[in-house]
């Protein structure tokens, strides 16, 4: 079925958010670009805190292997702030005191309303590290935004 390009959220299926930003099904990319943005904007995070798709009455459950939204590109600037654009293909402005950096040098910040982790994609990424310094007095990198500096933790 996923070279027809359409994808029924079916239970049997195994669905799954992979670190790339890609959907998959029974770990199979799901190439449709339709069915990916559609599978990301009903992405609900569950009481329980797994996540589904949820659409009208259908559900399914999915596997996250690293965050549950990843940052596709960056705009904007250090005087005025930077915007992300995240898969769902929402926009909001980066919060830079959630900026830091993981495992394998993965740059992360908080988007949402500060509820979800968010991955940057390495061209998102590339666009922000334009604007980051290495700080001279510390082994700490900085971020300019406005007239505040935000030192970028490393974990």
Same mark, same amino acid.
């Given at each position: ?20 930003? /890609?959907? @998959? ?12 943005? !559609? ?11 797994? @996540? ?6 259908? #559900? ?11 940052? =596709? #590109? ?8 930077? =915007? ?9 402005? !980066? ?11 993965? !740059? @992360? /910040? ?6 979800? !982790?968010? #991955?940057?994609?390495?061209?998102? %990424? %590339?666009?922000? =590290? ?10 700490? %990198? ?14």
């Amino acid at each position: 079925m996923p070279k027809a390009g359409f994808w029924a959220i079916d239970p049997t299926r195994k669905i799954s958010f992979g670190k790339d930003g /890609c959907w @998959y099904a029974n770990d199979e990319r799901i190439h449709n670009r339709r069915i990916n943005v !559609l599978f990301s904007q009903h992405l609900r995070k569950t009481p329980a805190g797994t @996540y589904e798709i949820a659409i009208g009455w259908d #559900r399914v459950a999915v596997e996250i292997d690293d965050t549950p939204y990843v940052i =596709t #590109r960056v705009s904007g600037d250090a005087e005025k702030g930077f =915007t992300l654009r995240l898969n769902d293909e929402s926009e909001e402005a !980066l919060a830079p005191h959630t900026l830091h950096v993981g495992q394998e040098h993965v !740059l @992360y /910040c908080r988007v949402k309303g500060n509820e979800h !982790l968010a #991955r940057f994609l390495r061209p998102a %990424y %590339y666009q922000l =590290t334009a604007h980051v310094r290495e700080d001279t007095n510390t082994p700490a %990198y900085l971020l300019k935004v406005g007239d505040r500096f935000f030192s970028i933790d490393v974990m």
